[in-house]
């Protein structure tokens, strides 16, 4: 087939473990061969970052900004163990948290749906799209100790210091804890744009999901802007697109998670969407078939990657020379959903037929039978599996036939 042509670049990120080693087969094997696109590259495996003092981190995600399409490998995040594994010289934050502060984005949360692959929820036909607002709430809370009797406050004094209010939380008679966090309007506005932005895009419905009859001004926040924002600017576009938005409370829309057979956008607040998306994943069959998609507000950025970790069991495996059987499936959707929102703001319609095409492949084969090990184990004890490479050979077999 003809090589296609890409006028701009990507940011090709690449990181960690066995995900890396995955990364660079799709890279050479399924992309490079069919695709000439300028890759700007950027190294966010875990040595890197250290020798940089995880500024590359920051130039990478700045990298993104400017060229509005990123595609990242899975990277380390480092705790105790991995300080003393890789002798670091500090415990560095997500990378993925730097790249999401810096585009200022929300995070969709997508199952990639396999007819052969048992779901856990067996009614879920179509896919449930988590957006997850990650800023504030318990993330940047603050806690303390209580230790003896006494009154937790919640106070605030305006900068000028003019203006100070005062709530009364509670009176200890006991020990206890105590816990305040916070958001602001701003950052919910540019939660709503995201999600009302990538629902126009995908044509699906929309659902936010508070308990804003109990926080009656912090989760009133957020259906009130979603709301307000929906009315002014949104609700003609989605009236056109023959879709809709609505405001849920969150034990409502768990209930009817359970009870619909998905297509839907779930917009959730932070905490909400960092334990729904795990449930998700968990309720389409694995982990291992999620796509992760980062978003500016305008929806003219973004940075696609798979949503499971860098594989350390593979690794090790790996580098002792076996074969293993990785399933490459979300880490070659990364690639496809990056790939597809460079042709479309290039308008190259080859471009984005190559994309459709390539998880067309993916999913056609799996559902012929053909998969790696993790998937072979949930169709059952029968099903036959294959290694990473075999694996590769197949899809790269089909996209030259294609």
Not at 199 to 204: E, G, V
Not at 277 to 290: E, H, I, K, N, R
């Amino acid at each position: 087939m003809p090589i296609i042509q890409v006028s701009n670049p990507i940011v090709d990120i690449n990181g960690d473990e066995m995900a890396r080693v995955i990364w660079e087969k799709i890279s050479d094997e399924l992309i490079d061969p069919f695709i000439n696109v300028k890759k700007i590259k950027y190294d966010l495996g875990i040595k890197s970052r250290d020798n940089t003092g995880d500024k590359i981190t920051i130039d990478a995600a700045n990298s993104i900004k400017r060229n509005k399409v990123g595609i990242k490998c899975a990277t380390i995040t480092p705790d105790d163990k991995r300080i003393k594994e890789f002798n670091l010289k500090a415990k560095y934050p997500s990378p993925n948290g730097t790249i999401r502060n810096i585009i200022n984005g929300t995070i969709f949360r997508e199952p990639i749906i396999i007819k052969n692959i048992p779901k856990i929820v067996s009614h879920w036909d179509n896919p449930v799209v988590i957006a997850r607002h990650a800023y504030g709430d318990i993330y940047r809370s603050k806690e303390i100790q209580i230790k003896e009797k006494g009154e937790l406050k919640l106070s605030f004094k305006s900068k000028d210091k003019k203006k100070t209010i005062v709530e009364k939380v509670f009176d200890f008679n006991s020990p206890g804890v105590g816990i305040s966090y916070y958001n602001s309007n701003r950052s919910i506005k540019d939660f709503a744009l995201c999600c009302f932005n990538f629902a126009l895009k995908r044509k699906m419905p929309l659902f936010l999901s508070t308990k804003n009859t109990i926080l009656q001004k912090y989760d009133e926040k957020f259906k009130e802007i979603f709301e307000n924002l929906y009315q002014k600017e949104f609700k003609k576009k989605f009236q056109r697109n023959k879709i809709s938005y609505q405001h849920r409370l969150i034990d409502d829309m768990v209930a009817c998670l359970m009870k619909w057979s998905g297509g839907f956008i779930w917009a959730c607040k932070n905490y909400d969407g960092d334990v729904m998306s795990d449930l998700v994943a968990q309720g389409y069959g694995s982990l291992g078939l999620m796509t992760s998609v980062l978003q500016s507000p305008d929806g003219k950025i973004i940075e696609t990657e798979a949503a499971h970790g860098t594989i350390t069991s593979h690794y090790k495996q790996f580098k002792n020379g076996i074969q293993t059987s990785t399933n490459p499936i979300a880490s070659i959707f990364a690639w496809t959903r990056g790939l597809a929102h460079r042709a479309y703001l290039d308008k190259n319609t080859k471009l984005k037929k190559f994309c459709i095409n390539l998880e067309k492949i993916c999913i056609n084969i799996i559902e012929k039978g053909q998969m790696t090990k993790d998937l072979a184990l949930m169709v059952g004890p029968d099903q036959k599996w294959l290694t990473t490479n075999d694996f590769f050979k197949l899809i790269r077999n089909r996209i030259e036939n294609s």
